[in-house]
């Protein structure tokens, strides 16, 4: 079974929503983000969203902007977080999402990034700017090489939209809790629930919900709902604020495990 799918399934066994963590992939080096991945495992994180620096991240906003940029001028590209990947591969079976704008896919090629990203062990993709209408010329070479392919649904979206989203995701569907772009938020949008229960009567697919969940009590209100909690721009900031820190993996891991404690109980 790909581990996504293992992954998921072995989490609702123990009625647990997995904990999955976004951080951009060279910040605040190319070589110390495998260190960080293991910090991240060992405080309870369940999958890696390895993000690919990109020099126009439209949809995140300024945490994740900053980090791009310091990743970009430390050298990272697309071929580096592949690279990366197959290190942090090297040592650990946690699920790794490539998380990535269209551009830099383009450049590299579709069919080249999925034959090195599969043999590197990623297990999917996630194209921030990729609609599903649009995605027939680029999905078929991921799909070939076993990558789960997962879409965007916003509380926007429409519900033709959201059709395309649950038929072309596998993996898991990334619901989108808030409109704007990435960032820490003070508490969760009421739109969250609606969309959750929307898609639930379409498909059966893992439903992770991101966008602006930052602390455990975030985390474990999710949780309640969704299969999966995604924290991003909170890992971020931390990375950002002890970059030149030895502490840097001891603070990602205590705060990781605070995420992931608070979501032992949620589907209590």
């Known amino acids: 079974m790909p581990r996504i799918d293992s992954l998921f399934a072995r989490l609702r066994e123990k009625k647990r929503p997995a904990l999955i963590a976004y951080i951009t992939a060279g910040d605040p080096s190319p070589s110390r983000t495998a260190s960080l991945v293991e910090a991240l495992e060992r405080g309870g994180v369940d999958l890696i969203e390895l993000g690919v620096p990109f020099s126009d991240p439209v949809a995140d906003g300024p945490v994740i902007q900053a980090a791009s940029e310091r990743a970009l001028k430390a050298g990272t590209n697309l071929r580096g977080v ?29 069919e080249a990034l999925a034959h090195d990203a599969a043999k590197a062990g990623i297990d999917g993709v996630l194209l921030t700017d990729l609609t599903p209408e649009e995605s027939g010329s680029i999905l078929p070479p991921f799909r070939k090489h076993g990558l789960d392919t997962v879409f965007l649904a916003a509380p926007t979206s429409t519900p033709r939209r959201l059709d395309l989203v649950a038929e072309n995701s596998s993996g898991f569907i990334y619901l989108v809790s808030r ?11 009421d739109s969250v629930e609606p969309l959750v229960n929307s898609l639930r009567q379409r498909t059966p697919k893992p439903l992770a919900l991101g966008f602006g969940i ?22 971020v900031r931390l990375i950002e604020q002890n970059q030149d820190s030895k502490q840097l993996e001891e603070k990602l891991e205590d705060y990781a495990r605070a995420l992931s404690s608070a979501l032992q109980g949620a589907r209590a």
């Open 82 to 110: 592949v690279e990366i990947a197959e290190q942090i591969r090297a040592h650990s079976e946690i699920p790794i999402l490539l998380f990535t704008y269209l551009n830099p896919v383009l450049r590299y090629g579709a």
């Open 179 to 189: 409109l704007g772009v990435t960032g820490e938020r003070d508490s969760l949008s």
């Open 214 to 235: 930052s602390k455990p009590e975030h985390a474990a209100s999710a949780g309640r709902f969704a299969d999966g909690v995604v924290v991003g721009s909170a890992f």
